[in-house]
Nanobody, 118 residues
Framework: VQLVESGGGLVQAGGSLRLSCAAS????????MGWYRQSPGKQRELVAS???????NYADSVKGRFTISRDNAKITIDLQMNSLKPDDTAVYYC?????????????WGQGTQVTVSS
């Protein structure tokens, strides 16, 4: 599975950004799609994920501010980020979990920078 991200950039605190991710390749095998983020000196962390059936999961730090959505026909996900805070500054990575034979595998996008200024 190949992932191409778009969106991101620089925004002031309180502003909004929208990230998009398009999957290609063996997309039939994808179950979970989501977004992770990583800032300098910190581990990569889950931001939000969504299953093929539409079940969502959010990090506590983004609940009520971020919304993940998925288009199963286009094999895309979006992350609408509102009320952004400087702590949201990070590189955001699109992620998929897909079935490979008997095992689940992970694929990652190249990452897109989100910078929130105070």
């Amino acid at each position: 599975v190949q992932l191409v991200e778009s969106g991101g950039g620089l925004v002031q605190a309180g502003g909004s950004l929208r990230l998009s991710c398009a999957a290609s390749g063996s997309t039939w095998s994808i179950d979970v799609m989501g977004w992770y983020r990583q800032s300098p000196g910190k581990q990569r962390e889950l931001v939000a994920s969504i299953t093929h059936s539409g079940n969502t999961n959010y990090a506590d730090s983004v609940k009520g501010r971020f919304t993940i959505s998925r288009d199963n026909a286009k094999i895309t996900i979006d992350l609408q980020m509102n009320s952004l805070k400087p702590d949201d500054t990070a590189v955001y990575y699109c992620h998929t979990r897909s079935l490979r034979g008997l095992y689940w595998g992970d694929d990652w996008g190249q990452g897109t920078q989100v910078t929130v200024s105070s």
